[in-house]
């Protein structure tokens, strides 16, 4: 069955370095997302990409995140300098279609990054 | 803004009983889906209804939309340890491309 897949699966960094968190989507979904989850809180969505660009971010989604689909198969995202409350799961996930029609949203596994 | 709740936030039940977990929001969704989610792991699908007042069972849960599409249930029958994890609601805005979730219901099934 086809499944979305992310690496690293852990990442530790030093506060203020730069992270580049790595999905690979299932091969013919077209939507894309990030979302993390803080120890203990609940999943919160970052942003989603349609069609080689931004369609939606949240207001965690600042100037510090981008994300990039470089070769249509990879999808990352980058925190260019980061900070101890960065610290958390990040889980990427695609779909096939756009939202109202009850299409399925997969999830990878996560990478845990952990900020020092 | 859109936000959801669950109730209750923890649950821990003898094996053998029945539960019920809600996920309720003032705002109205295209669909709302059922997550469960074990520690260090991704949400996994259990469910997306889509009609208001859908009910779809997956063997010994039962999930109901709401009428109005702004609430949900998972009704799960005759509880099983390997049914302990947390429960995640998400609503679906298509207006917006994004997905909400909701805080999570921690299940604890005791033998």
């Known amino acids: 069955e086809p499944e979305v897949t992310q690496t690293p699966s852990h990442q530790v960094t030093q506060m203020g370095q730069e992270v580049i968190l790595r999905c690979v989507p299932i091969s013919n979904h077209l939507y894309f997302y990030w979302y993390r989850q803080i120890l203990g809180q609940k999943v919160e969505f970052l942003v989603s990409f349609y069609n080689n660009e931004i369609s939606e971010k949240s207001e965690i989604f600042d100037d510090q995140f981008s994300v990039e689909r470089p070769d249509g198969s990879n999808f990352t995202l980058k925190i260019r300098s980061t900070k101890l409350e960065d610290s958390a799961m990040y889980f990427c996930a695609s779909r096939q279609t756009a939202l109202g029609i009850g299409e399925t949203q997969y999830f990878g596994p996560g990478t845990r990054l952990l900020v020092l | ?111």
Do not use: M
């Open chain 2, 1 to 111: 803004t859109q936000l959801l709740e669950q109730s209750p936030q923890f649950l821990s039940i003898q094996e053998g009983e029945n539960l019920t977990v809600y996920c309720n929001s003032s705002s109205v969704f295209s669909s709302l889906q059922w997550y469960r989610q074990e520690p260090g792991e991704g949400p996994v699908l259990l469910v997306t209804v889509v009609t208001g007042g859908e009910v779809k069972k997956l063997k010994r849960l039962t999930f109901q939309f709401g009428d109005a599409r702004k609430d949900s249930s998972l009704h799960i029958t005759a509880a099983q340890t390997g049914d302990t994890g947390l429960y995640l609601c998400a609503g679906g805005v298509t207006s917006y491309d994004k997905v909400i979730f909701g805080p999570g219901t921690s299940l604890s099934v005791i033998p």
